[in-house]
């Protein structure tokens, strides 16, 4: 009954009017993001320079980002697990040898202990790229026998005392820390996106600033529209709707143009980067942002706009009232 009298007294049922609410919000929404499109291209000129300095301003972390990644990705393709090579001296004799494999299979420090014959690793060594010919030159195999030693150890210091200890047995030559300079690497690459995300988060207060201050300068310009809006009954949501897809359209061009810098940057890099990584025998190339890192620049630079034009909103439009 009480569903009934409600439909009685609206003509409409309860689901009804829920639909025609979502309605009429929608076309305020579409009739807003009309005004604020017409607003845009009206001012061709100014919208398009303030997206220039926010496409520059955003295409600075982008850019360090996309980079910071693509090391990211080169680090992922070699093994951090901690590694020490110990070289044998050319002269050690058979005892020392053995004593050595002895001692390595005995320490509780040590994992693993591959013996690499001086053969093997001539061979391996030819089948580097770029290095075949200088091999081939050399009349004699100028490697040492040597052991690739997996610690259970992974501190650095510990590591260190190892290799100290190894370094002192008769049979070894030189013992080289495998696999450092990747956990180096990617410690830095660590830091650097830290680093990346701090200048987003500096550079976002300014792209804020540079919203603020446009739609500041819109709302100073349409002070009397807005004021006749006001005397015939126009809500402050319906008047700050266009102000604030304007700031989304700024932001959304910034971000735009931002990705558009850092592909070009990208692309100009990479043909020496390419060169490079070619005489290393690698195939590393520099790569740009992913799909879902270059929505997120986007939807990052559009909600930017948006939350200056609603602080600048907030701000000027209580200051204004209809005389």
């Known amino acids: 009954m009480r569903g009934r009298c409600c439909a009685s007294r609206t003509g409409r049922w309860p689901h009804e009017r829920r639909g025609g609410v979502l309605i009429a919000w929608l076309r305020h929404h579409r009739r807003a993001?009309?005004?604020?499109?017409a607003k845009f291209s009206a001012q061709r000129s100014a919208a398009l320079l303030n997206a220039l300095v926010i496409g520059i301003a955003l295409a600075l972390p982008a850019g360090g980002y996309a980079l910071v990644s693509s090391l990211r990705a080169l680090v992922g393709s070699v093994p951090l697990e901690p590694a020490l090579t110990v070289f044998l001296r050319a002269e050690a004799k058979r005892a020392?040898?053995?004593?050595?494999?002895?001692?390595?299979?005995?320490?509780?420090?040590?994992?693993?202990?591959?013996?690499?014959?001086?053969?093997?690793?001539?061979?391996?060594?030819?089948?580097?790229e770029g290095l075949a010919e200088v091999v081939a030159a050399?009349?004699?195999?100028?490697?040492?026998?040597?052991?690739?030693?997996?610690?259970?150890?992974?501190?650095?210091?510990?590591?260190?005392?190892?290799?100290?200890?190894?370094?002192?047995?008769?049979?070894?030559?030189?013992?080289?820390?495998?696999?450092?300079?990747?956990?180096?690497?990617?410690?830095?690459a660590?830091?650097?996106?830290?680093?990346?995300?701090?200048?987003?988060?500096?550079?976002?207060?300014g792209l804020v600033a540079i919203t603020f201050n446009t739609i500041r300068l819109q709302i100073v310009t349409q002070r009397d529209e807005i004021e006749i809006s006001k005397l015939v009954g126009a809500t402050d949501a319906f008047i700050r709707r266009p102000f604030y897809y304007l700031g989304a359209l700024q932001g959304l061009a910034g971000g735009a143009l931002a990705l558009l810098l850092v592909w070009g940057g990208l692309a100009a890099l990479d043909r020496g980067v390419a060169e490079v990584a070619a005489s290393y025998g690698s195939s590393f190339r520099l790569a740009f942002l992913g799909a879902g890192d270059a929505l997120a620049v986007l939807a990052f630079a559009s909600a930017l706009g948006w939350f200056g034009a609603w602080l600048s909103v907030s701000k000027y439009l209580l200051e204004i009232e209809p005389r």
């Open 96 to 128: 020392d040898i053995e004593a050595l494999a002895q001692r390595l299979k005995s320490d509780p420090r040590v994992r693993e202990a591959t013996f690499v014959p001086r053969e093997q690793a001539l061979k391996e060594l030819q089948a580097t």
């Open 33 to 37: 993001l009309a005004a604020a499109l």
């Open 138 to 188: 050399l009349n004699r195999n100028p490697l040492p026998d040597a052991y690739v030693v997996r610690p259970r150890v992974r501190e650095s210091a510990a590591l260190e005392e190892l290799a100290g200890d190894l370094r002192t047995l008769p049979a070894v030559g030189h013992v080289q820390a495998d696999a450092a300079w990747a956990r180096r690497l990617a410690a830095l």
């Open 190 to 205: 660590s830091t650097a996106r830290l680093a990346i995300g701090l200048l987003a988060l500096v550079l976002a207060f």
